[in-house]
């Protein structure tokens, strides 16, 4: 029995998505976009905080989609405009984006063009119109979408030819990337960029962030009788504020001390935190700014979220899908207690899914807010929805939305 009014945030058809697009173009610059392109926000089934650590990842593409319509132009200039701004039109030269010099979600724009620029990829100016059903600050990855969308356009418009299979992807993976950490200010790890440019529908993606390989795993959640509810809070999250970059900077200096490259190559964790206690560890992480304690709790959901993520493949190849739930609740007590990224909203989300029958849940994407997925049996989507729901309400928090998440299409 559903026992709460819930809000189900629905995609738009692609054909919806790009006629919006267009429509907009058409209404603010005065004629049909040469095209419409367009990519996914992302979900992610497990490996959380675990990319720019050159670790493993297991994300899919999701059915909300951001839509560029778009136009070249011969003057070295961009106009944009979006549909979730003010839609006013803003204008730059490409020859003034540079790292520190755009503010905003623009910055997301030019900055794909400026980081293939910078690749030695000749292109030039272009019109855009952006709109999206990708919900906003709630941990998707809009941001990536964005990037995507916006990357697709010009490898079309300028001839680039990277779009057409995936080690040209993964160059438009790499731009995307790049206009995020030196152009949007956001030091991300690259998860949501592959997902958005290198998923395949129907497929989860398992992508080692250290060789940048991926391996297509089959995710039809349906057949197994499942279904992936996600959950967003509503409490929105920020990448580019000062969380995210110390997680990144605490990990970066706990593999230095340990001397290894990133935290992938640690192994054995109860080894890795005796060194951590050592004097001479201890020293060069105090000369680098950091609590020990801290370090070695970070250092353990890292080690401890790769391997889950290993377990959980096995999973999946092995056909034994119901029993990736308690991983994905274990994911959360990690990212929650040795991570530090979890809220409140996130821990309610959580907590009141697993409460209602869910066999599994834990918060997404970076954290501190944004949205958290549960895994339910497929005839319990309403009545886990409407617990929650209820959960948040009872807290006094503003309600959640929610929507069930099927292994969508790529950036196109
Ligand atoms: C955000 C970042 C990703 C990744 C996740 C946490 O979504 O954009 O690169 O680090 O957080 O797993």
Redo the contacts with the bound molecule.
Sequence with gaps: MNTFDVEWLDAWSPEEGSARAAALFEVTFGQAPAGVWSAPG?G?LI??????NGGL?LPFALPHRTYAAMTARTDGRVRLVSAQEDGEIREIALADVAPGAVDGWIAYVVGVAWALAQEGLTLGGFDVAITSCVPYGA?L?S??ALEGSVAMGLDALYGLGLAGDDAGRQRLVAACIRA?NDIAG?P?????QAAALRTQAGNALLLDCRSLEVRQIPFDLSADGLALLVIDTRAEHQ?VDGQ?AARRTTCEAAATALGVGTLREVTDVDAALATLGEPETVAALVAAGQDVQVASRRVRHVVTEIARVQEVERLLDAGRTAEVGPLLTAAHTSLRDDYEVSCHELDVAVDSAIAAGALGGRMI???FGGSAIALVRAEDVEQVAGEVAAAFSSEGLTPPAFLVAVASAPAS
């Excluded at 991300?188 to 949501?192: A, E, F, I, L, Q």
């Design positions: 992302r992610n490996g959380e905080h675990t990319d720019y990842v941990g990855s941001s990536a995020e956001a991300t790890g690259g998860m949501d990448l995210y994407g970076g954290g």
